[in-house]
C-alpha cells in the first residue's frame, strides 16, 4: 500500500504545472494561450521572460528529484527511477492539465539529479554545450538526450567516476525518453528543418520569432 501510494504521490508532483500556475498567479497569463502552447521551460521563457522561465526550470527539475527520492526518503528497496518515471509521467500527461503537459526535459534531469549528482552534471554540462553551439532548445535537447542514452552503456567502462555502475533500467529508461523527447519536438524538428525554430542568446531572450 504505501509503493502504490508513494507512487502515485510521484505522479501527483510532476502534474504540477509549473509554468501554467506561475503564469496565472504572477502574469494573469496562461502560457498554453501563447507561443508554442506547450507548458514547460522554454515556452515559459519565451512567454514569460527570464525570471519566471527560471523558476518553472528549477521547479520541474525539483519535481523529478523529490519524486525520485521517494522510496530512500520511505525506505522501499525498489529502483528509485520507477518513481523518476511516474513523475515524468505526470508532466507529460498531468491530472491537473487535461493530461496535456510539457516534453519531459527539466522533469528527467531532476531525475538523474536524485540517482546520479555526477551523471546529472555531465548530462547538463552536454545541454549547455549543445545550447552554446546551436542557440536552439529543442534541437539541444534531442542530441543531449540521444549521448546520454549512449554514456549510460559507454560511461561504467571508460568513466565510473562520472556513472559508477551499469543500470540497464537507466539505459532502457534512457531509450524511452530520448524517443519520446523526439516524438513529443516532431513540430520543433518540422521549423528546425525549415529554418524557422526559435533561437536564444545566452540571456536565453529570443533572439527570433517562430
Known amino acids: 500500500m504505501k509503493t502504490i501510494s508513494l507512487f502515485i504521490l510521484a505522479y501527483l508532483l510532476g502534474s504540477i504545472q509549473s509554468g501554467v500556475w506561475i503564469g496565472k498567479f504572477f502574469y494573469h497569463k496562461d502560457?498554453?494561450?501563447?507561443?508554442?502552447?506547450?507548458?514547460?521551460?522554454?515556452?515559459?521563457?519565451?512567454?514569460?521572460?527570464?525570471?519566471?522561465?527560471?523558476?518553472?526550470?528549477?521547479?520541474?527539475?525539483l519535481k523529478g528529484t523529490v519524486a525520485?527520492?521517494?522510496?530512500?526518503?520511505?525506505?522501499?528497496?525498489?529502483?528509485?527511477?520507477?518513481?523518476?518515471?511516474?513523475?515524468?509521467?505526470?508532466?507529460?500527461?498531468?491530472?491537473?492539465?487535461?493530461?496535456?503537459?510539457g516534453k519531459a526535459v527539466a522533469t528527467s534531469a531532476g531525475m538523474l539529479l536524485a540517482y546520479s549528482p555526477t551523471f546529472f552534471i555531465?548530462?547538463?554540462?552536454?545541454?549547455?554545450?549543445?545550447?552554446f553551439l546551436t542557440s536552439t532548445v529543442s534541437l539541444s535537447s534531442m542530441i543531449s538526450a540521444i549521448i546520454i542514452t549512449i554514456s549510460?552503456?559507454?560511461?561504467?567502462?571508460?568513466?565510473?567516476?562520472?556513472?559508477?555502475?551499469?543500470?540497464?533500467?537507466?539505459?532502457?529508461?534512457?531509450?524511452?525518453?530520448?524517443?519520446f523527447i523526439i516524438i513529443r519536438h516532431r513540430d520543433n524538428i518540422k521549423r528546425i528543418k525549415a529554418g524557422t525554430e526559435s533561437k536564444v542568446n545566452f540571456g536565453?531572450?529570443?533572439t527570433k520569432n517562430r
Open 31 to 61: 502560457i498554453r494561450e501563447f507561443g508554442s502552447g506547450n507548458t514547460g521551460t522554454t515556452n515559459t521563457f519565451r512567454v514569460l521572460g527570464k525570471r519566471a522561465g527560471t523558476a518553472v526550470l528549477f521547479m520541474d527539475i
Open 68 to 101: 525520485t527520492c521517494l522510496p530512500m526518503w520511505f525506505g522501499l528497496s525498489i529502483d528509485p527511477l520507477w518513481f523518476g518515471v511516474a513523475a515524468i509521467l505526470g508532466h507529460t500527461f498531468p491530472i491537473f492539465g487535461h493530461f496535456k503537459g
Open 122 to 131: 555531465y548530462s547538463a554540462s552536454l545541454f549547455i554545450i549543445f545550447l
Open 152 to 179: 549510460t552503456i559507454v560511461l561504467p567502462i571508460y568513466a565510473p567516476f562520472i556513472l559508477a555502475e551499469q543500470n540497464w533500467l537507466l539505459t532502457s529508461l534512457a531509450v524511452a525518453i530520448t524517443l
Open 204 to 206: 536565453l531572450r529570443k
